[in-house]
Each structure stands twice: as structure tokens, then as C-alpha cells.
């Protein structure tokens, strides 16, 4: 079960992995936008950190709330409000459970996926963070509904996550500062879908252990 | 005060924004209140603090938002989720670019406009700097170049320069009151004086910011008016009405419209028109003498009495508003520009000048008003040109309406019962006409197409219109009748035509009760052939009165409902409430919901377009729908959502080559993907035959649909191309034209044994084209809702559903007059 420990460590490591590839996201942004994401993001992953870290006993709801309220007011870019409305809605969608399991935490991030394109009105092929994160979404809820351990289902989402991220290179950007280059974004891999990448190995490292106890 | 929020990812560069439009207020206040940047250097956008700065700038009058690019968007959608429902109700995002958006925005605010005229004018800057930027095109009005080098020279003390330019009135109509509109509401925008004169009659100088001014110039097509223009932005000011002269005053449809069709009325004698159909007889009543009567009374001091002459204002330009959004509605936007000349008189600086100059005088509220009023009134009727000496009575009415709700007197007064007779009516007389009073109406002015007449209709007053002046005439107390479906008007009938009149009403209401007594049986001809018969809708009421008059389906869901009047598109989940509702009246039958179907004509705020010079042939349709998809998107991922309660079909408008339809598809295709439940059971996909060319192509298109509509009304005007709106042409647009039927019967052929034809404009309601229409091979037929029962009874009276020979007369007919003798 995903209870609010697990979730906050899912939130510190994600936040870790951010600060550790702040480089990578912040070249592959000046490829095809303003050379901004990894800074950005670090910027709010670590806010969130703090924000997070004065009170012990909050729950999976106010945890994720939390994160996706200082993500919209600290990242300052494109990415601050979207991954502001995925946290929100996942918390939205965690309602005021204790703990979820793998179907309702497969849920939470479904709303979260939503919340993105209710955001954003990117589309699958637009090359944005869509293109990770609904093949994640996918097939989490495919190997959740075939009965894997959230464990096991995270680590498949992981991998859709990261061919969608691959796939976003040959793309031609349609939403976003990138979509300002037309062909010349073609070729570089988004640096959106390389942080939801982050986001859902995170999700798998970090959440895996319990479930299958 | 309409308050304003800039939103930058840019702190200098809102800040600056902010300097450059405070330029242009002169110390009136308007909060603008700055979200940007994530601290005076970092770049970036934060939705909290936009929601602070919406929450600083609002004072309950609403504000208006201007953003940058990019996430500046995104986090201010964000914001508008995160505040207060009544503070998001009176908020609106503004898709203007920011700098100039902000200056003109800043400027309508400080004049007290709404925050939804704010962002409308704040959006029309782009254009204007579009305008300004194009080359003129060749062969240009203006006459002489600017002379403004001269205008120095000869004067160099002078510490204001003056700029002169000729232009030549463009405009068909001349420059009448919706041009003047444009270019009054252009000419506030700078620190200038600007002066008009009209060369060709002498008349004038008058301020290009006053609209009553402008209209006494008598600027006919081909009059050169001098534009003079000191201050210190007037070259910026000149350039600016010479581009706005060159876009003929940004008239969208130069041959057409209210103009033209309200003169004619003015113009007619008893030529009288059908309005509104039925059979109205009774005493003669009229309400010449409805005008307000002004009390005598203390006036209280002079700030008292101007706030009073602002509340009524405020009331009336709210009424005005809600009318126009109605005229848009119905008659698209063009039609209702005219309303925007209404709105801007009731705001015309010397008009008020006037009004406040007489208060401070010494007089009452009420009594300033009206003499203000008076003179402009009289200003009108005192020009040469006809159309502009009709607007007096424009200006007449919405001083009425302002004096209406300064006094608290009732709407209309009208003495006794019986049939109006009146000169014309605004449509806010006719929606306030109390019809259990009023059984008909007798107008000696007007047009069959104006919004009176249409809301007569609605409101089902039998009504003839443009019946002569000689009608004033009839004495109050005297019998009229009237036939207000095919125009005859009576005075004094003799017994026999009482009882002539009497017969066609009885006639006509035993024909109803027969069709209402079927309307719920399937329509099927003597043969043996059924016809569907489903109404087309426009509204959540329309469905319940389909559903009541047997509709068998919505064979067209006329979405734009949805879109027009408002400044941001509806929301997926909105959509599907409505879809929902829809088919919730209806009974669950299937929806035929057209993909939203605009054009240059009646463009949305959030959707802006370049100006055409031919919108109907123009980017509209699927043609517009393609190219910003995102609004057909959404659109399409509601009707599939909607898809899987309830049967839908999804019907493509002004489609015209295959390619656009596979584009559509794959829209569609991506929405049901995107939904990840499979493709909707009842599912079905269809085209809006409008255009010649796809009737000639059914074939290539009917393996990729399961059904085409004729849009009856659009093919017509586009095979005789003759348009619509037109009244020197529009007898030429009759769908009975043999060219129109030979394409529907290709259509038919091409459909035949592989998908269904529909026919959904005007003709497919008119009972003598019935049995031709089934003879073609038509198999469904959807009308207004108040037609289907009529439509089933028509459809039961055929003998033989494959008439092959009134198809082969029909179709070698020499024209529409011999087709109608045809069917008898
Ligand atoms: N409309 C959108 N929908 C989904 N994702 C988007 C959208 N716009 C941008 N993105 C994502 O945001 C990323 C850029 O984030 P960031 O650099 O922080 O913002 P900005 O573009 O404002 O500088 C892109 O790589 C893309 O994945
Ligand atoms: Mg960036």
C-alpha cells in the first residue's frame, strides 16, 4: 500500500533526481526552447522539499497538494502550472484515504494525466509531457488491471515512460515554446517528457518495496 | 471599473507595459495590478500571485487579464480555476497581444466599459496593427497623400502641428452608422483631436469622436472627407483612420444587410411584406403617443441628478447587450454591429457633455436627457441622405429607453386591445409587447428580416411589415385585418373577407390539428417508403419542442449555440452537460451534432481571424475548424464522450474536398483514442453538402460516410451565387432552382444503397417540395421543430416515393417559378 511515507519519499527522490539531472533537462530545453526546465524544475522540486519537510504527519492528500501548490507558484515556467494540475489532481483524486492501493494510486495518476491535458490541450505527437506520461498511464493500468504488484506495474509504466520519452525525438512540437521552432525541433528529445521520465522511475523505486509484502 | 492584470513572464517588461498605457489615461484611475516574473529578475509566471493581482485589480466590476506567452497562459488559465466562482464569473482572459492590448484595454476601462467590451477592444488592436502594417492595396480611397509637412510649414509656431488627409468614403452605403461606429471607437484611442469634413457637401468640422457628429456628416460613397488631426499622437492618429478608411471602416460585407434592407423599408408604400405568419383581426390601436412623459420635478443637486443619468445608462447598455447577443445568435454577427452603434450613442461624449452641461444648468435628470436627446435627434433628421435621416428614429428609441428607465414609466403604453399599428418597432419593443393584448402587428416601415420581425416570429404575433406610411393614417377603433403569412393587410374588411380570412385561419388551424394528431406515427409514404423526419436545434428548448412535435431525431444540432456571445469556448465538460441535456429532451433519440460551423462573418473573440474581403468564401467550416484545431478538439472529444450514452452522429459543416474530410476523421479518430473505450456503438459520420463541388464528388466522398445532409440554404446561395443576405439578389437564391435539385439528385445517385441523404436547410420544411425531394431520393428530412408534424403529414399524402417523372420535369424545368407550377 502507498501510504504517506511512501509518497513522500516518492516526492524527495523524484526532487533528488531533478537536482541530479538539472544539466541534462536544462540542455535539452536550450535545444528546443529557453534553456530553462531543469532549472525551473529544481527550483519547485526543491521548494516542495521544504515545504514538505516541517510536518511529520500529514497525508497522502496534503502531501501531493502541497507539492503541486509550490510547483504552480515556484517553477515559473510551462511546467509549474502542469505539473502543479498533475499533483493537484492526484491528490484530488486520493481523496482522504490513508493509504492507496495499486488500482487507486493507477487512478491518482490517471487524474493527474488528465489534469496535464485539461492544463496544456496537448495531444499524443504534440511532443510535450504527454507523450511520457499517458503511455505510463497506459500501462500501469494494464498491468494493474492484469493483476501485478504495483511494484512490478510501476516498473512496465517506467519503461513505456521512457520509449514515450524516446519517441518524443523524432516529434515535431506542437505545444510549447518548442512549437515556435516548427521543423527545427525536430530531432531533439523534449525535455518535459524526459523529467515525467524521472517522475514514474521515482515512483517505481520508491513504492515498490511494500506492495508485494 | 474594470480593473486589468498584466501577466509576464517579464517583471520590466509588465512594468513598462504598465508606464506606456498609464500614458494614455491622463490621471484616470484604473487599477492594473502586475503578476510577473518570479521576482523583479527571474522570469517566470506564478498562478498564485496572478490570482493576488486578480483579486487587487478587481473591485466588482470585474477585470480583464493580458499575458504573455506561454506559461504566462497556462498559469493564468490556472489562476482563474483557483479563485473565488464570482470573482471568475467577472473575470476574462484576453487573448490580445500584450502591449497594445494593454493600452487600448487601459483606455476602455478608464471609459467605464465592461470587462468583456474591454477585452473585445483590447483583441480588435491586433487587427488594427495588422491593418496599419499591410501595404495598402492598390487602387486605395485615399485621394491625397498626407500633408502634414505642409500643415508645419505653414504655421511653424504653432506648438501643436495639425495632419490633414483626404479620404474617399468607400462604403457603399457611406459612411452610416456602423463605419462611424468603427471609426469613432478608433479615434478614442488617441491623444488627439480629430475633426471631420465632408468636402462635397461642406458640412462639419465635426469631432471623429462623436458618433451623433459624425452620422450629421452626410458621407455618402464616393465623398471626400477631410481628416484633421492635432495633439500630440496625430500623425500616429491619421495614419491610423487612413488604414481604417483603406479596410472601408472595417465593413465586413459591403453589399449587404441591415442597411440597405431598412432603408427599403422606409422607402416602400404599401408594398407590404409577411413577417410573421397567422391571421390577426381586431380594433386598430396605436402607441404614437407612447413617449415617456417627462414629470416636472426638483431636480437634487447636480452630482445627484449625473449619477442618475449613469444608473440609467448602465441599465439600458446592459439591456442592449443582452438583445445584441440574442440578434448574434439569430442573425449573426454583422447583423448585430448595428446594436454597437445603439450602445456607443448611449456613451457619446457630446451627447453627455450635453446632458451634464444642462444638469449643472439646473435641470432634473430626466428633462436633461430627454432635450439632449431632442437636438441630436433632430441633427439626424436634418441630413440629406435617407438611410442616415431613418437613424433619428434609432436615436429617438434608445432615448426612450434611457427616459424609460430614468422615470420608472412602463415599456409600451398601448390604449386598448387589438392590432398595432405603428411606424416600426426596436426589438426591445417587441419583446416588451404584451400579447395578450397585441394580436398583430402592422408596421408601415421595417424589413421582413430585421430583428423585430424575427422576434415577432418567435413570439408568434402574426405581423406584416414595410405596409406604407398610408397606414399611420387609420383611425384608431378601426377594424384591420391582417395575414401576416402572405402579407395582405385589410382596413375596414368587408363581411365576406372576414369570413374569407376567417375560413384560411380555421383552414390552417384544422390542418395543425390534423399533422399534431400524427405527429407521433412514423412518416411513410402510400408506397410503402419511410422518411425520416427530425428537426434541427439550436437550443436545450428547441429539443423539448421537437420532442413534442414528433421529431425522430436531431438531424442538426446547430453547436455555434454554444459559442457565440461569450469570450472563451465552452469547456469539454460544458459540451457534454449540453449534449447530454440535448438528447435528455429529446427522448434518448439519435443527435446529429455539426461540428461548430463559423466564419469571418460572425468570428468569436477567442478565435480570432484576419479580416476577408469575402468571408463566405472564406476560412469557415471545417476549413477553420482544421486550422485551429484545438477548438474542434474539444469539441469532438465532448460529442465522443457523449458518443458512448447515447446515439450521435457527428456531422462535418462546409466540407469541400475529400482531403478535409480525412482530416476530420482523423480528429475524430484521435478523440475516441484518446477516450481509450473503443469506438462509440452508434457512432456515425457524415458531411454538410454545401458546396457544389462535394455534390458533384458524393461518390469519392460516400465510402467515407455513413450519411450526407444538404445544407439547402448554403448550396443554394453557392450555385446561383447569389448570397443571401442580399435583398437586391436574394430572389435569385431559390433552392428550387433546377441547378440546386440536379445536385442533390447527383448526391442521391452516388448515396444510393451505401448511406443515407439528408436535407436540412429551408427546403426540406416546404410541404410542395416534399414529394420531389422523396422522388430524388431523400430519406430524411430535418426541420424546425415547429414543422415536423406538418413535414410527417406531407410526407404521408405521397402516392409513389420513386416519381421518376416528376423528377425528369422537375429537373429539365427552365427555372424555380416553373418547378413550383410543377408541383402544383
Ligand atoms: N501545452 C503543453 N502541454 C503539455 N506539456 C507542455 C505544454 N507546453 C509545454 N509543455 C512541456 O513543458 C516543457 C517545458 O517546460 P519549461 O521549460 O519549464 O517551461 P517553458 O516552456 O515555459 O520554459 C516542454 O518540454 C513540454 O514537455
Ligand atoms: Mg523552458
Redesign the pocket.
Known sequence: MVDAEAIRSWLSLFAAEVARNRDLLTR??AA???A??GA??DRGTSAAVSALAGDAALSPRTLLKTMGMTLVSS??????P?YGSLFLRMAGSAGGADSLDAPAFAAALRAGLDG??A????QAG?????DALSPACDALDHAVAAGNDLGHALSLATAAADAGRNATIPMLAR????SYLGERSVGHQ???????ALLISTAARALSGDVSQ | MTGLVVVS?SRALAEAAVSLAAEMLHGSEVRIAVAAGLDATTFGTDATAIVKAIEAADDGAGVVVLMDL??AV?SAEMALDMVDPDVRERAVLCAAPLVEGLVVAAVAAAGGATPSEVAAEAVGSLAAKQGHVAAPPPGLSIVAELSAANGLSADTSNQTPTCTAIVKIANRHGLHARPAARLVQESRLFDARIELRNLDTGAGPVPATSLSRVATLGALCGHRVEVAATGSQAQEALNHVLALANRRFDEQDPTSAAAPQRSAGHRAHGTPMPASPGIAIGPAVSMRAADVEIPDEVPGDSPTEWRRVRAAIAEVRREIQRIRVAAAREGGEGEAAIFDAHLMLIDDTDLLDDVRARIAAGQAAPRAWIDAIASVEAEFAGVSDEYLRARALDVHAVGQQVARALTGAPAIRIEGEGVLIVDDLVPAQVADLDTSRVTGIVMAAGSPTSHSAILARSRAIPTVVAAGPAVLDVPPGTTVALDGTTGRVFVDPSEETLRELDAADQQARAKTALARAGAFSPAVTRDGVEVLVGANLGSVPDARAAADNGAELAGLVRTEFLYLGRHQPPTTEEQIEVYRSLADALGGERLTLRTLDIGGDKPLPYAPQPPEANPFLGMRGIRLALAQRDLLDDQLRAIVAVAYETPVSVMFPMVSTVDELADARHRLDLAIQLAGRGRPAGLQVGIMVEVPAAALKADAFAPHVDFFSVGTNDLTQYTVAAERGNPSVASLGDPLDPGVLHLIRAVCRAAEGRCLVAVCGELAADEAATPLLVALGVRELSVAPSSVAVVKQAVRQIDRAADAELVHRALTAAGPRDVRAILG
Do not use: C
Not at chain 1, 517553477?75 to 509549474?80: F, L, N, R, T, W
Not at chain 1, 523534449?190 to 515525467?196: E, F, I, L, N, R
Open positions: 535539452l530545453d528546443i526552447g529557453d530553462d526546465h525551473n524544475l517553477v515559473g515556467g510551462a511546467s509549474g502542469l496535464v491535458v492544463r496544456g490541450r496537448a504534440d511532443k510535450t509531457m504527454y505545444k510549447g515554446r518548442a523534449d525535455p518535459g517528457a524526459t523529467s515525467v | 513572464h506561454g506559461s497556462l
